[in-house]
């Protein structure tokens, strides 16, 4: 018979061990990138696997965010064998010597929640609460039973969101004026009752009680801050990981570095005017893209309609990104085809176009339609699937590093004012149009002429 191998897991001193000594009910964990908090909410499990009646679930928004490269399953795989457990792929689970089992599930609308009707978990778990909604969270809750002699409990790990449920969950474990944790709250446990779906919060569970019944079932919570400093095994082993931490735009660099649960998308955040250097002249780039951002739309004196946008950037050999040119306009949709052709024409073949899919078959057959009259143009489409402030985020970061020039034109100071005022402008099709540029300019792969479409995950 099979030997499972000898390793020694155990969690990193510091916030990991307190995230796995917590009693309470619930506990939150992380805020930052790469506190270790996927590894703790894996382990933190390994404790019960020999109750034969012992069952846990880890919850992700996707199944695909199950599966992706150094995600949740993968992580589980140098974890559960050590524990001699088997893994049954197809269902995403791991079943132990003794009969227990851990599943990985995915929960993207408010309506799956109702698969778990009779459920009863007694470990659960979700990986970045932030992206569940509190319909599903408190749905869920009530599903955290056990009859195994475990006490039910819930732990999850989470990336900052200012807009989440979440945030207000935590809101007394964080600075109010700075937006970040308040470090010697960090693992404190505080009691609430959920009330008309308002939360009741006292220091003690007695508190509670005495207020709202002896009868009530107030839950213990707790929430315990970690960023990258907390894990000092990931900074050994990748060190270039804090690296990328930094090259982040302002807004990402300061929540997913800093831990930031106020930090707001808002204007001059993600573009400032020193940040980009006006130049006379551009080198002879490596590659260079003209991307559209379309609209359909004539100006009228009763509308303001959104601009058609294609803006040229090119890269030179030591990686510096230049807007060389903005063509934008509001027309109808033969005004706009007759722009890409002509403005096609005038760059040359050598120019890669890139033109913006929108969703559904409509979408793709218009798109496909605007690249066969392109026919002899290196031209390609993408399908988005992230919001607009995800996107322009890469491009943001470049800015603020010094890496991205303009050259002197006169569209110069209209794309730099809209670029300022996102996202808060009435218009951003300037940098919507940018950020698309910039994700061709950088893809790595090959884009070759004719229908092809490009899928852009966030």
């Given at each position: 018979?099979?030997?499972?191998?000898?390793?020694i897991i155990?969690p990193?001193?510091g916030?990991q061990?307190?995230?796995l000594?917590?009693a309470?009910?619930?506990?939150?964990?992380?805020?930052?990138?790469?506190?270790?908090?996927t590894?703790g909410?894996?382990?933190e499990p390994v404790?019960?696997?020999?109750n034969p009646g012992?069952?846990?679930v880890?919850?992700?928004q996707q199944s695909?965010q199950?599966?992706?490269?150094?995600?949740l399953?993968?992580e589980?795989?140098?974890?559960?064998?050590f524990a001699?457990a088997?893994?049954?792929?197809t269902?995403?689970?791991?079943?132990f010597?003794?009969?227990?089992?851990m599943?990985f599930?995915?929960?993207e609308?408010?309506?799956d929640?109702?698969?778990y009707q009779?459920?009863?978990?007694?470990?659960?778990a979700?990986?970045?609460?932030?992206?569940?909604?509190k319909k599903i969270?408190?749905y869920?809750l009530?599903?955290?039973r056990s009859?195994c002699?475990?006490?039910p409990y819930i732990r999850?790990?989470?990336?900052?969101?200012?807009?989440?449920?979440i945030?207000?969950m935590i809101?007394?474990?964080?600075?109010?004026?700075t937006?970040?944790?308040i470090?010697?709250?960090?693992?404190v446990?505080r009691y609430?009752?959920h009330?008309?779906d308002e939360?009741?919060?006292?220091a003690?569970?007695a508190?509670l009680?005495?207020?709202?019944?002896?009868?009530?079932?107030?839950?213990?919570f707790?929430f315990?801050p970690?960023?990258?400093?907390?894990n000092p095994?990931?900074?050994?082993k990748?060190?270039?990981y804090?690296a990328?931490?930094?090259a982040l735009?302002?807004?990402?660099?300061?929540?997913?570095l800093?831990?930031?649960?106020k930090?707001?998308?808002?204007?001059g955040?993600y573009f400032q005017?020193?940040?980009?250097?006006?130049?006379d002249?551009?080198?002879?780039?490596e590659?260079t893209?003209r991307?559209?951002d379309?609209a359909?739309?004539?100006?009228?004196?009763?509308?303001?309609p959104?601009?058609?946008?294609?803006?040229?950037?090119?890269?030179?050999?030591?990686?510096?990104?230049y807007i060389?040119n903005?063509?934008?306009?509001?027309?109808?949709?033969?005004?706009?085809?007759d722009?890409i052709k002509n403005?096609?024409?005038?760059?040359g073949?050598?120019?890669?176009?890139?033109?913006e899919q929108e969703p559904g078959a409509?979408g793709k057959?218009?798109?496909?339609?605007?690249?066969?009259?392109?026919?002899?143009f290196?031209a390609?489409?993408?399908?988005s699937q992230?919001?607009?402030v995800t996107?322009?985020?890469?491009?943001?970061?470049?800015c603020?590093?010094?890496?991205?020039?303009?050259l002197?034109a006169?569209?110069?100071?209209a794309?730099?004012?809209?670029?300022?005022?996102?996202?808060?402008?009435t218009?951003?099709?300037?940098?919507?149009?940018?950020a698309g540029?910039?994700?061709?300019?950088v893809?790595?792969?090959?884009?070759?002429?004719g229908?092809?479409?490009?899928?852009v995950?966030g």
């Amino acid at each position: 018979m099979e030997q499972t191998p000898q390793r020694i897991i155990r969690p990193q001193p510091g916030k990991q061990m307190m995230f796995l000594s917590s009693a309470a009910d619930i506990v939150i964990y992380g805020g930052a990138a790469g506190g270790g908090k996927t590894f703790g909410e894996l382990l933190e499990p390994v404790r019960h696997v020999n109750n034969p009646g012992f069952g846990g679930v880890i919850f992700r928004q996707q199944s695909t965010q199950i599966r992706t490269e150094g995600g949740l399953w993968d992580e589980s795989e140098e974890i559960y064998p050590f524990a001699g457990a088997r893994p049954k792929q197809t269902t995403l689970e791991w079943i132990f010597p003794s009969g227990a089992k851990m599943t990985f599930a995915h929960m993207e609308y408010d309506k799956d929640r109702l698969a778990y009707q009779g459920a009863q978990i007694t470990y659960m778990a979700f990986d970045e609460i932030t992206h569940f909604s509190k319909k599903i969270f408190f749905y869920m809750l009530s599903r955290n039973r056990s009859l195994c002699g475990v006490r039910p409990y819930i732990r999850a790990t989470c990336n900052p969101d200012p807009d989440s449920f979440i945030a207000e969950m935590i809101e007394w474990w964080i600075d109010h004026d700075t937006g970040y944790p308040i470090e010697e709250r960090g693992g404190v446990v505080r009691y609430f009752l959920h009330i008309n779906d308002e939360l009741r919060w006292a220091a003690t569970e007695a508190e509670l009680k005495e207020k709202y019944g002896s009868d009530s079932l107030p839950k213990s919570f707790t929430f315990i801050p970690a960023n990258i400093y907390d894990n000092p095994i990931l900074l050994k082993k990748d060190p270039g990981y804090l690296a990328n931490l930094n090259a982040l735009g302002h807004v990402e660099r300061e929540q997913l570095l800093k831990n930031n649960w106020k930090i707001r998308p808002a204007a001059g955040l993600y573009f400032q005017r020193r940040w980009v250097e006006v130049v006379d002249a551009a080198p002879v780039c490596e590659k260079t893209v003209r991307y559209w951002d379309r609209a359909a739309t004539e100006k009228t004196a009763d509308n303001d309609p959104d601009w058609t946008v294609g803006v040229k950037m090119g890269m030179d050999k030591a990686g510096y990104v230049y807007i060389l040119n903005v063509v934008r306009f509001q027309g109808s949709p033969k005004k706009v085809v007759d722009a890409i052709k002509n403005t096609a024409s005038q760059d040359g073949k050598g120019v890669i176009i890139g033109l913006e899919q929108e969703p559904g078959a409509s979408g793709k057959s218009e798109v496909q339609s605007l690249i066969r009259t392109l026919a002899g143009f290196n031209a390609s489409a993408s399908l988005s699937q992230k919001d607009k402030v995800t996107r322009f985020s890469p491009l943001s970061a470049q800015c603020e590093a010094g890496n991205v020039k303009v050259l002197k034109a006169p569209w110069n100071d209209a794309f730099i004012t809209e670029c300022e005022n996102f996202p808060e402008a009435t218009h951003d099709d300037q940098p919507d149009s940018a950020a698309g540029g910039y994700d061709m300019l950088v893809e790595p792969q090959k884009i070759t002429a004719g229908a092809s479409i490009r899928r852009v995950s966030g």
